[in-house]
């Protein structure tokens, strides 16, 4: 366990008095270097105590065993995916990309990147961010195509 440790107090005597000196022959005072203050070394945490109770944090929990994901899942996750993508050729397909502002065209750009960025995710057999990328273009079509 860590605590703060208070340095010794030293006694010292009061500097002395100067007189003032002709300027001519004054030299620069410099004060006397103070030797270095020792600091105690921390106390080392006894080994055999269990970490959490000398950090005062819960003890890290052992690591999860990852497993593969079922076929069933992976399906059904693919299939949503491609509904998603599905939707968003669809929104795409009904927007005149000649009629767009700036703005709209680069999200039209966006949604297409997106959907290109999930099937290649989908051909990587990364569902989770093919999803996300599925949805993402999803959204952006349908903005477009509500306009």
């Given at each position: 366990?860590?605590?703060?440790?208070?340095?010794?107090?030293?006694?010292?005597?009061?500097?002395?008095?100067?007189?003032?000196?002709?300027?001519?022959?004054?030299?620069?005072?410099?004060?006397?270097?103070?030797?270095?203050?020792?600091?105690?070394?921390?106390?080392?945490?006894?080994?055999?105590?269990?970490?959490?109770?000398?950090?005062?944090?819960?003890?890290?929990?052992?690591?999860?065993?990852?497993?593969?994901?079922?076929?069933?899942?992976?399906?059904?996750?693919?299939?949503?995916?491609?509904?998603?993508?599905?939707?968003?050729?669809?929104?795409?397909?009904?927007?005149?990309y000649g009629r767009l502002n700036a703005d709209a065209r680069a999200q039209y750009d966006q949604a297409k990147r997106f959907m290109e960025q999930a099937q290649q995710a989908l051909r990587d057999r990364n569902f989770v961010f093919a999803a996300t990328l599925a949805d993402?273009?999803?959204?952006?079509?349908?903005?477009?195509?509500?306009?």
């Amino acid at each position: 366990m860590l605590a703060p440790v208070e340095e010794p107090a030293t006694a010292s005597a009061p500097p002395p008095v100067e007189t003032p000196a002709p300027a001519a022959a004054a030299a620069p005072r410099t004060p006397p270097p103070r030797p270095p203050a020792r600091r105690p070394e921390p106390e080392r945490p006894d080994s055999s105590a269990p970490a959490a109770a000398t950090t005062g944090q819960p003890a890290a929990e052992p690591p999860r065993e990852l497993r593969p994901a079922s076929p069933a899942a992976d399906a059904a996750a693919e299939r949503e995916t491609r509904d998603s993508l599905a939707r968003a050729a669809g929104a795409l397909s009904r927007v005149d990309y000649g009629r767009l502002n700036a703005d709209a065209r680069a999200q039209y750009d966006q949604a297409k990147r997106f959907m290109e960025q999930a099937q290649q995710a989908l051909r990587d057999r990364n569902f989770v961010f093919a999803a996300t990328l599925a949805d993402k273009a999803a959204t952006l079509a349908a903005g477009l195509s509500g306009r």
